[in-house]
């Protein structure tokens, strides 16, 4: 962290975008100092602030915490070994997060009482959002819709009934949300770390 000089009161954060690339200033705990000139009997006001600038990849940052909390990026030092290793890294929690729910389906009762697995893919996430959004549109214009239709593992589509596909879809929520949450936790974490030694202790993103 450096002092930095300014005529002028300056925001906090200030980012510059350029592509895929963004040029970010903090400007923090600003101090208004004043400098005397014995020789010319002058004086100059400034305000001193705690001061970074760095240009990095929009892609390693979280935008969201830069502008929340400024005051963790006044050492930040662009690495680009760490920044390859770190998104090598989230990378490597998003498909591990992907794995786990292809190999783990939710065991549901929502259409038969003995219960059956039903695959929670983020691709199946969004057929069944589509599903749902497609009878809305047919029941607000008072049409029935006739594909309706789901499948558990290994069989086929049939017939279901709104309640029970909405059921279906709330327990599929419930059981993927804490999952993905753990996920983005794994990621804030990956993306604070500051240097090489701290990367090396963390561990690979476990879900059982």
């Not at 005051?71 to 990378?91: A, G, S």
């Not at 008072?142 to 017939?159: A, F, M, R, T």
């Not at 090396?200 to 059982?208: A, D």
Request: hydrophobic share 35%; glycine share 2%.
């Amino acid at each position: 962290m450096v002092k930095a000089r300014f005529s002028e009161s300056q925001q906090p954060v200030k980012i510059i975008e350029n592509g895929d690339m963004v040029t970010v200033f903090i400007c923090l705990n600003g101090v208004e100092k004043t400098d005397e000139n014995a020789f010319e009997e002058s004086s100059t006001s400034y305000i001193e602030y705690d001061y970074n600038e760095f240009v990095e990849e929009k892609s390693l940052l979280n935008m969201d915490d830069l502008n929340s909390n400024p005051e963790n990026y006044l050492n930040y030092i662009v690495n680009p070994e760490l920044d390859k290793l770190k998104n090598e890294k989230i990378v490597e929690s998003k498909t591990s997060l992907a794995e786990y729910l292809s190999s783990h389906p939710l065991f549901s009762k929502a259409k038969y009482e003995e219960g059956r697995y039903y695959t929670v893919t983020e691709e199946k996430q969004r057929q069944l959002t589509s599903k749902m959004a497609m009878y809305n549109i047919y029941s607000q214009q008072s049409l029935s819709y006739p594909l309706l239709k789901w499948n558990d593992v290994g069989n086929i589509c049939e017939d279901w009934t709104v309640e029970e596909l909405t059921k279906l879809a709330m327990e599929i929520d419930a059981y993927v949300t804490p999952l993905v949450e753990k996920q983005q936790a794994y990621e804030k974490m990956v993306q604070k770390v500051s240097n090489i030694e701290e990367f090396n202790m963390i561990g690979n993103l476990v879900f059982e």
